[in-house]
Structure formats: structure tokens, C-alpha cells
């Protein structure tokens, strides 16, 4: 799940991101720009709209992706996944594995520089690591390196990693983002000015945020894999993609992720197909809707399953996503090794919703048709960010399809940083209509473990299951591929029986790029592998 940690992993928390990873067993279709014999050169922007503003740019603090896009262009990680999705070296020139997987030796590339010219060195991974763990820092990425079992740094540019038992995601974790020992070490992360101001080792620098309007990031001229060719990456904060579409016609933009009726039918003109390049392929997030087992209307499994029934998946696809998608039934997306096929979904039965409702005590409807129990009627409220299309007619169609078995639904639409802070963190809803991005690696401790429902911690809806528990230690405690398909079969079993959330649909991902913008290559991981090396000819630079 979306916490192993490796940087392009990260940039989808909540969101469903425009350039969320496809699993190697999955195509990308495109509308590829015309052939070109232009020569890559250095300059011009590109601006890309985005729906929330990021909370902190210090990526150990954040759990939005609208801060983990912008931090994944300032920091760099040990490791990455490279465009077919194999991990890679990043910071780290080299690494080697023991042959008993217990210890990972990581050689750093010399002469890479933070953005203020300080030289990085094994130094600033002890910090991060340390910082991690430390149980002051209020972060939700501290679980694996709570598996580490000794770390040290023999010299200026190696670290090794030492490990008690076998961890699965150990590789993957160290793509977590390397953090600036020479201006953190020493004083409290939660109040450093690298919040708004990052220090980084990555292709962009910072250079301005204006609040609710736009990060200006520019190219670092000493990256060590090469300068990026664009001079300036700017993020515009949008908070309507209808907004954010008219914007993109106009020329404001470059990039941006269209809705499917903007795919569908609103980008298919000769104009449009002119200027710019549009891309579908299986994204590698589901849409969710979680319910607050604390509250006493969810604590009964039957009530969840009910609410699974009444809603029709399809019926979801067809409509939200103009067929561009897949039904969700669990934590893993269609396509992974960890994918368990024989799952059984609970089917669309309106019928079966009722009976369902009726064993859990709800049988009596008032004269609005509303079930009532104990003289109160059955009532809730779906909590979803703001500046979301696609969501907002989810929760629309949801909220009459729960209308015919009885169910009074309202929907409450919040500013993304508010709705964060103020409502998901604090575990302060009744039910969240909300997306994961899911790593490569499938496991997903920090989502559903029991110890992982504190105040800004990932399982906010505050599951907890024995046996899920069990199985997801053993899913990352072996290298053993067999004995964890094993135990993530076993826990998607368990979740499509107690149904915490209702898994509703898989959607595809649909980016859009200027067509004056070169060198996007399609590939297993997307589009934004390799945007270092996107340019724009000379002759078509316009910023």
C-alpha cells in the first residue's frame, strides 16, 4: 500500500493522481503528439493544475498528495522505481542485498549537493532515519523503519541497514524522501521553516508559494542525473477541475488530470487534439467509501454489508465514469501478483440490502419512508473534499440508491486542507468518500493495522481485526511470494466479509499534456517517469 515509501509512491495519497502508476500486465493508450525532429533545449514552464494546495512540504509530515507532488520534485530518495516499475538506484549510486536479506549496504553518489550547496553525505539518511522513529514526530510512515534493527554509516557516502527477521517492503522503504540533517538536526521538524521553504537534492528548487494560488518551483542547475530541460515547474491551485478545464484551453496550463466526460466528450475537436495529448491506462487507485466503525451505526457488519448492497457499482461506472474503470473489491487493485480473483463481491441487491438492515434491527420506516429504530430515523452524512466532479456524482448517485432502502443521506463537500485537518485526522466523520494510490508492493500495515488508528495516522476509520493483524505482519515478514499471496488473499477475504469500507470502483487515469511538451513516454509507471527529461522546442517556448 501507498506506505512503502518509494518517492513516485507517494504522490497519491488521497487523490486519484494524474500520473498514477500501471502495473506491468497493463496498456496505455494514447493520442501521441505528431513525430517531431526537434532537439531538446532548456527553457520555458510547465504549469500543471492542481485540485488541493499542499499542507507541508516536508514529506515525513504530509499524507496528502498534493504535498507529495510538489516535495517529489525538491527530494530524492535511496532508491526508485525506474519506467517498468523495477527498483533502482536514486541518492543511492549502488546498493547490495545480503544473500540472507537481512542487511542492505546503500553506496551514495558523490558530489550531490542540497539546494543551499551543502554537500549530502550518510549523515543526513541517519537523520531522516532517526527522525522517522523518533515518537515526537508525528508522522504515519514510521512503521518500517521500526523494523530496522541496527543502521550505521561506515563512511561519508555508505549506510548500511541491518534487519532482525526478513521484511519484504525493506527496498522499497528507503525510497522514503532524505531529509537535510545540517538544517533539521537538533530542532523541532513540526516548526521548521522548511514547510514552506524546502531545502532538497532534487531536479527543482524552490523559489515561491503564494498561498491558495500557486508553488513556483525552478531547475536545479547542479542536479547530479543532469539539469531538468524546463526551467520552471509551477503548481496551480485550482480547487474546480471544471475551472481548471477552461484553463487548460485557454493555454494556462499544460497539465492536468481530465474527468472522463472531459475525455469522453469534451476533448475530441481537431482544436483540441492539436494542442494538446491526452492518455488513459488503469490507474493504480480505488475509490473508497469508509465508515467510522467508532460510530454506533457502523459497528454492526451487516450494516456495512447492507450499504454495499444498495449501491450499484456498475451503475457507477457507466455513469461517473463513462465505462473508463473497473469495480473495486478490496485493497489491491485487478493486475497485481497480490490480486485475490476469487474474492466475492457483494453483488447490487437492493433486496438483500433490506433483509440485512431488517436483522440489524431496522424494519420499521417512518412516514417519509425512512427506517427508524428506537424512535430515531436511519441518517448519515458522506464527508468528500471540494473541487472533486467525479466524487460529488458518486456521493450523488450513492445518496439516492441508500434513498430506496430507507437510508437519509446528506452530503457535506470540505476545502481539502480543512477537510484533512479538521475532519479525517481527528477521526470526525461518519463516513469519507476517499481514494488510496497503492504502492507496488502490497503491503498495507499502516492502513489497516489496529496500532495505526492515532490522530493523524492512515487507519482513521479505526479498524481492528485479530487476524488481519496477524496476516499483515506475516505478509511483510517473509520473502516467501507463495506464503504472502497466502496471507493478502486471506486478508481481502476478510475485508470483502466485514466490509470497513465499500470498495466502489478502480478509475483509469487521464492526463493531459500541452502537445508543445516533448519527451513524455508512455510506459508501465505512467507518464511521469522521466519529466526530467520533458522540453519544449526552442521555437515553441512561450513562458
Not at 14 to 29: N, T, V
Not at 60 to 81: E, F, P, R, W
Amino acid at each position: 500500500m501507498m506506505p512503502s515509501g518509494v518517492r513516485c509512491l507517494l504522490v497519491a495519497l488521497f487523490f486519484c493522481s494524474a500520473l498514477a502508476a500501471c502495473s506491468k500486465s497493463e496498456s496505455i493508450s494514447a493520442h501521441p503528439a505528431p513525430s517531431s525532429s526537434a532537439i531538446p533545449a532548456t527553457g520555458d514552464s510547465l504549469v500543471e493544475g492542481t485540485i488541493g494546495e499542499a499542507s507541508t512540504l516536508i514529506p515525513l509530515l504530509a499524507t496528502d498528495s498534493s504535498s507529495h507532488a510538489v516535495a517529489g520534485q525538491i527530494y530524492n530518495g535511496l532508491v526508485k522505481y525506474d519506467k517498468n516499475l523495477n527498483i533502482v538506484g536514486d541518492l543511492a549510486e549502488s546498493f547490495y542485498i545480503s544473500k540472507d536479506g537481512l542487511t542492505i549496504t546503500f553506496h551514495l553518489h558523490t558530489g550531490v549537493k542540497w539546494h543551499d550547496g551543502t554537500p549530502l553525505t550518510s549523515r543526513d539518511v541517519l537523520y531522516t532515519y532517526r527522525v522517522t522513529i523518533d515518537p515526537k514526530t508525528p508522522t504515519a510512515y514510521a512503521e518500517d523503519f521500526k523494523q530496522v534493527k541496527s543502521i550505521a554509516a561506515p563512511d561519508a557516502h555508505t549506510i548500511r541497514v541491518t534487519y532482525d527477521a526478513p521484511f519484504a517492503p525493506a527496498l522499497a522503504s528507503w525510497g522514503v524522501s532524505i531529509l537535510p540533517a545540517h538544517l533539521l538536526e537538533g530542532k523541532d521538524i513540526t516548526r521548521s521553516p522548511l514547510a514552506r521553504a524546502p531545502v532538497g537534492t532534487g531536479p527543482y528548487r524552490f523559489k515561491e508559494w503564494v498561498s491558495s494560488q500557486k508553488i513556483v518551483l525552478e531547475f536545479n542547475p547542479d542536479y547530479f542525473e543532469g539539469r531538468p530541460y524546463i526551467d520552471r515547474f509551477i503548481y496551480r491551485i485550482i480547487p474546480d477541475s471544471s475551472t481548471m478545464y477552461m484553463e487548460l484551453k485557454a493555454g494556462a496550463i499544460d497539465l492536468m488530470n481530465l474527468s472522463p466526460v472531459q475525455y469522453a466528450r469534451q476533448t475530441s475537436s481537431e482544436n483540441f487534439t492539436s494542442r494538446f495529448n491526452k492518455y488513459r491506462y488503469p490507474s493504480s487507485t480505488y475509490l473508497y467509501m469508509g465508515y467510522n466503525l467508532r460510530h454506533p451505526l457502523f459497528g454492526d457488519k451487516r450494516i456495512r454489508q447492507a450499504m454495499t448492497a444498495a449501491i450499484n457499482k456498475d451503475e457507477l461506472i457507466q455513469g461517473v465514469l463513462f465505462g473508463m474503470g473497473q469495480k473495486a473489491h478490496g485493497p489491491i487493485v485487478p493486475g497485481r501478483w497480490a490480486y485475490n480473483p476469487a474474492v466475492k463481491d457483494i453483488a447490487y441487491n437492493p433486496k438483500f440490502a433490506s433483509e440485512l438492515l431488517a436483522q440489524a434491527g431496522w424494519k420499521d420506516k417512518n412516514s417519509e419512508g425512512i427506517l427508524i429504530k428506537d424512535g430515531k430515523p436511519f441518517k448519515f452524512t458522506i464527508l468528500t473534499n471540494q473541487g472533486n466532479q467525479q466524487r460529488l456524482m458518486t456521493a450523488q448517485i450513492i445518496q439516492q440508491r441508500l434513498r430506496q432502502v430507507g437510508i437519509d443521506v446528506k452530503i457535506r463537500i470540505v476545502e481539502w486542507a480543512a477537510f484533512l485537518k479538521e475532519f479525517v485526522n481527528k477521526g470526525n466523520f461518519e463516513v469519507v468518500l476517499l481514494a488510496w494510490s497503492i504502492s507496488q508492493d502490497p503491503d498495507m500495515f499502516d492502513v489497516w493495522h489496529s496500532s495505526k488508528n492515532k490522530p493523524g495516522e492512515l487507519n482513521f476509520i479505526g479498524y481492528n481485526n485479530a487476524e488481519v493483524d496477524r496476516l499483515l505482519i506475516e505478509g511483510r515478514n517473509t520473502f516467501d511470494i507463495q506464503k504472502r499471496t497466502r496471507a493478502y488473499f486471506r486478508i481481502q477475504e476478510i475485508l470483502a466479509d466485514e466490509q470497513p469500507y465499500t470498495f466502489l470502483y478502480v478509475p483509469d487515469a487521464l492526463p493531459v499534456v500541452s502537445s508543445r511538451i516533448r519527451g513524455v513516454e508512455p510506459s508501465p509507471a505512467g507518464i511521469g517517469h522521466n519529466q526530467n527529461r520533458w522540453y519544449v522546442p526552442k521555437n515553441e517556448q512561450v513562458y
